[in-house]
């Protein structure tokens, strides 16, 4: 089945017990045991499963075209449980320009835990393959990265990681409908899923997604039960009602995304546009090849530097200035004001995530703000 179709039935089913199409929510925290013992229907306790978990994970993993997947209560919740598998003095490889939250839990909580940690800029194989260590054994890698969209050859660092022996994890929050890094031979793939599945702005969640169950997989699923990060029914409910839309949302995200990064990349105003989707971007021969749309974020530098950045973001109508992504209203933020004093962002850029909105009214509340006085 194609990507829409498994986004609006896996895992869902017509409720057995009353005929509801739509899924009721399981508050219950206990199940009953069958008179023998066991566990027939296969929950016991709803920190180690719950059916509306069941649901999200089964419709996830079918999108990534994977074995399995394990839900958790954050994006950071699911990254943490990667790092909790993970022994004492293991060699952790990271890109430079991932998602900065992954980058200070590393340096803040699991340092003191004896992981060790190497940032790396993983557009640049060689500087990827010399970083590698007797004892590296996880390659953590998001595509198109966060602020600079950057792009990471995804078969080229699975192939890396294979020689080493190591696990990689590719942060795919930006969706299995424009990109699917299981196929490209990635092991693991992690979602926030407060972003484009969620789609609404209105439920935190993660997801750890693998091509296979294998060992390291059961101790992260053996993390998320017994350290318990897991997301609350309701939680899993929103995130799979959103599931059921993502595929269409995404084609209007990238649509609109395209068409505004297009409008941008000519603007007076304007030093740089980033924008895996335009021709001229760094990572765009590669985005070519393992992207089928280019998606819904993008980050822009002001001509002007700081100031005028944060005149652009004061003075837009319908870009709300608001942190996260994914959501149906399109955002803009001044990254490096949130990510604080270790930034790699430049002063000058802005982060625009793209919502539903039509096009024509985004650029020209785009264009009254970068021409305000
Ligand atoms: C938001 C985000 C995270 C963190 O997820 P939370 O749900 O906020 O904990 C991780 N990676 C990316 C790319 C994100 O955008």
Redesign the pocket.
Known sequence: MKIETLAVHAGHGIDPATGAVAAPIYLSTTFERDADGSYSRGHMYSRNSNPNRQILETGIAALEGAETAAAFG???AAATAIFQSLNKSDHVLVHVDV?Y??IRVLHDVFAKWGLQVDLVDMTDLGAVKKAIQPNTKLIWT?TPS?PLLRVVDLKAIAEIARTAGAITVC?N?WSPVIQRPLDAGIDIVHH?T??YFGGHCDV???VLVAKENNEFFQRVRMVQYSAGAVPSPFDCWLVSRGMQTLPWRMRAHCQNALKVAQFLSGHDAIDRVHYPGLPNHSGHAIAQKQMSLFGGMMSIEVRGGQPAAMKVAANTKIFVRAT??GGVESLVEHRASIEGPATRSPESLLRLSIGLENADDLIEDLDQALKSP
Do not use: A, R
């Open positions: 954050s994006g950071m998602y939250g992954v998001e966060n942060d929050t926030s407060t972003k935190l969640g993660g996260s992504l």
